[in-house]
Nanobody
Framework: QVQLAESGGGSVQVGGSLTLTCAAT????????MAWFRRAPGKKREGVAA???????AYADSVKGRFTVSRVIANHTLYLQINSANPQDEARYYC???????????????????????????WGQGTQVTVSI
């Protein structure tokens, strides 16, 4: 059984930075993909960033160039560095993990869509990020 625990949320000013951490317990196989999702009030959950088993990263267009996802396999930890925060980033952020799907000959655009689709098996409870003006 895999358990995920997010931390690092809090208040950040517009233009500021914040780092979220997802600590995994149980066995995270090296073949797992891990991702960050977020849900703002009144909106559906959306994929933000992900990293696959080969270390390839994927980002939603809304965060590309501002967010950085990274993973330390040895200690089963996933990070999300948020830079240049804006009010649209305010949400509850969730960590997710699952076996990576077969990549086949998928293009990067297709692979991004796959990685940022919220059909992961394991989820954390989330951590709140508030953006203040």
């Amino acid at each position: 059984q895999v358990q995920l625990a997010e931390s690092g949320g809090g208040s950040v000013q517009v233009g500021g930075s914040l780092t979220l951490t997802c600590a995994a317990t149980g066995y995270i196989y090296s073949g797992y993909c891990m991702a960050w999702f977020r849900r703002a009030p009144g909106k559906k959950r959306e994929g933000v960033a992900a990293v696959d088993a080969d270390g390839v990263t994927a980002y939603a267009d809304s965060v590309k160039g501002r967010f950085t996802v990274s993973r330390v396999i040895a200690n089963h930890t996933l990070y999300l560095q948020i830079n240049s925060a804006n009010p649209q980033d305010e949400a509850r952020y969730y960590c997710a993990a699952d076996w990576c799907p077969a990549k086949g000959a998928a293009s990067m655009a297709s692979w991004t869509r796959i990685l940022l689709t919220d059909d992961y098996t394991y989820w954390g409870q989330g951590t709140q990020v508030t953006v203040s003006i």
